[in-house]
């Protein structure tokens, strides 16, 4: 029997990263500490984390619980997006990382630093739907109204609540791998 998709990714992403770890949040202390703060800063907005978010710090993957239920595909595009999220890791340091992801403009509300690191990653989770389940896929407005939703929404601060100015990147994103926003693949 083939290895599923997202085993097989997650072989190359060990290969990549040495060191790489891929532990529950529902087993972690540090998981359930950033929950409580999550859920304070946000009023309540972000109260998913542990349950729906993958989170990535350092050389962790940190998986929340419902990982397990999804299936094999969807694992794949996450850790796709994930693994960009290692290499920015890589590329800035720990605190390098940490620090572009807190601090400009504000923590909150304005966190253009976060808003760009997520932005590539959504940009990969785009790509990596196109290439799973085609190009149709990666143009439907559900999936861009979620993305939306996460910059302009609680899950991350509010990092950057400019609906129009994110819609813009998806679409430029399309048209980079081939696809009008609008129209037909060429
Ligand atoms: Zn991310």
Request: net charge neutral; proline share 6%; no cysteine.
């Amino acid at each position: 029997m083939p290895e599923p998709i997202d085993e097989a990714y997650l072989s190359e992403l060990r290969l990549e990263v040495p060191g790489l770890r891929v532990i529950d949040k529902a087993d972690d202390g540090f998981s359930k500490l950033i929950d409580r703060a999550l859920k304070i800063v946000t009023f309540g907005g972000q109260r998913h984390f542990m349950t729906r978010y993958v989170t990535t710090i350092g050389r962790t993957i940190y998986l929340p619980a419902g990982w397990s239920g999804r299936s094999p595909e969807s694992r794949y595009i996450t850790l796709r997006h994930e693994a960009v999220h290692l290499r920015q890791f890589r590329r800035y340091g720990l605190v390098g990382t940490a620090l572009i992801y807190l601090v400009p403009i504000l923590p909150m509300g304005l966190a253009w630093g976060r808003a760009r690191l997520e932005w590539e990653a959504y940009a990969e989770t785009l790509r990596a739907t196109a290439e799973i389940h085609g190009l149709e896929a990666a143009r439907d407005p559900e999936l861009h109204r979620y993305v939306r939703a996460q910059f302009t929404g609680p899950a991350y601060g509010w990092m950057w609540p400019f609906d129009r100015a994110v819609q813009g990147w998806i679409d430029e994103a399309l048209s980079e791998f081939g696809l009008e926003p609008g129209g037909s693949p060429h």
